[in-house]
């Protein structure tokens, strides 16, 4: 039934009260000398008056409630409409501005029962009195026309206040949830990279650490190679992971992202980790690419070279590049494992899903699974230029 108002609002609103009963009474008894009307009266209209004005902010249903006893009691009374009847005007802005949906109807009733209530109270004596006259019919229409003019454009006033309300609400509303929405996007975006990052760094140095384990007896060489490049590996990693982190702390820095001049770092950890690596890039690039389709490139080939890695079955695993002028074509293939090779369609995780993603975002298309030489294949196009995702994706198996 209350609204909740700041302090100010409450304190302006009593004070806004209780100068109107200060004003009202003084004004009204002098009226009431010439019209032979008691005090006590003219003060109880007032002070009921002033106290629906009050709540008119608080509380408008119940200001309303008070405002219809205020003119119940003044008619009974017999007093003739006064200034404390301007509280009415206030009461009803605020049912239409600030009440509830029954509020605000109960307003726009009050509006036509109250200007038929006014001539009614104003016109029935004399018309019992005198009878009904032309004269009579005419000034009583006249007044129910004022009447409901002056009272609905007081609620009119407050509906249309009500709909800028509602209009600022819908708009900051959206703004919140434009705002979720990009964090949300952002979150998903670091996510992704995350899992990017930690999945091939933790393949190369679990290829490296088994390696170094089986190699260990035959090549006692081998072992310091190996924990050098998990040294590396797990460095660049932890790097990576700082950043990502720095960038979940302070969601307006962006921070560095990899770019193709970081394709070669990633090929040298991968032919660390003991694969057999053939890149091809035929025809190379002709000008300045895109970032996003130099990041989509990068995390594409680095998960591939990760599946290969961590679900290959050895043998070389061959990467082509060919950047035309409007489009990239990128594939990489490699043996499949024992697993794989099993259950070619069985979902593994949420590699694929990844690299699908990423294309889309560039508005490429991406297609992944094992091809009619029985060798798995990643093969995706990323056009150079796009705004946004314009194609769909194909893909079969789920391999992280």
């Known amino acids: 039934m209350f609204r909740r108002l700041t302090r100010t609002q409450l304190v302006v609103d009593l004070v806004a009260a209780g100068l109107f009963v200060l004003a009202t009474v003084p004004f009204d008894l002098a009226i009431g000398r ?119 454009l007081a609620w009119t006033t407050g509906a249309l ?20 929405t990009a964090a949300e996007a952002e979150r998903t975006r670091i996510a992704r990279d995350m899992h990017d990052v930690v999945a091939h760094s933790l393949a190369v140095v679990i290829a490296q650490a088994d390696g170094a384990r089986y190699a260990a007896a035959a090549d006692p060489d081998a072992a310091p190679a190996a924990l050098g490049t ?50 091809d890039v035929d025809p190379a690039p002709r000008g300045e690419v895109p970032a996003s389709v130099q990041l989509a490139v990068y995390r594409i080939l680095q998960e591939a070279l990760t599946n290969a890695l961590r ?25 499949v494992g024992p697993a794989v090779a099993a259950e070619p369609d069985a979902p593994r995780g949420h590699g694929l899903i990844g690299m699908r993603e990423r294309a889309q975002l560039v508005g490429g298309v991406l297609a992944a699974g094992p091809g009619d030489d029985g060798r798995f294949a990643v093969r995706a196009t990323l056009p150079i230029g796009a705004t946004g995702p314009t194609a769909g994706t194909a893909s079969t198996g789920e391999i992280s």
């Open 311 to 335: 679900h290959g079955a050895g043998g070389v695993v061959g990467v082509t590049l060919a950047w035309h002028d409007d489009r990239v074509e990128l594939s990489v293939v490699n043996d």
């Open 34 to 152: 010439y019209t032979d009307h008691n005090a006590l009266g003219t003060v109880l209209v007032s002070l009921v008056m002033g106290i629906a004005l009050g709540l008119r902010r608080a509380s408008p249903s119940l200001a309303l409630t008070v405002a219809w006893s205020g003119a119940i009691l003044q008619m009974a009374l017999g007093r003739p409409p006064t200034t404390a009847d301007v509280a009415i005007f206030g009461v009803l802005y605020t049912t239409a501005a600030y009440g509830g949906r029954r509020t605000f109807w109960a307003g726009l009733t009050s509006v036509g029962i109250g200007a038929a209530a006014i001539t009614l109270y104003v016109f029935v004596p004399s018309v019992i009195a005198v009878g009904i006259t032309a004269s009579t019919i005419t000034t009583a229409l006249a007044v129910t026309i004022a009447a409901m003019f002056g009272l609905g």
């Open 161 to 180: 206040v009500r709909t800028g309300i509602r209009a600022r609400e819908n708009r900051r509303a959206q703004e919140v949830a434009q705002a979720e």
């Open 230 to 279: 998990i040294s590396t590996t797990a460095r660049a990693a932890l790097s990576d992971v700082r950043m990502l982190l720095m960038q979940l702390r302070h969601a307006q820095a962006e921070g560095p992202q990899p770019t193709l001049a970081d394709l070669e770092q990633l090929y040298a950890q991968v032919r660390a980790a003991g694969v057999a690596l053939a890149v």
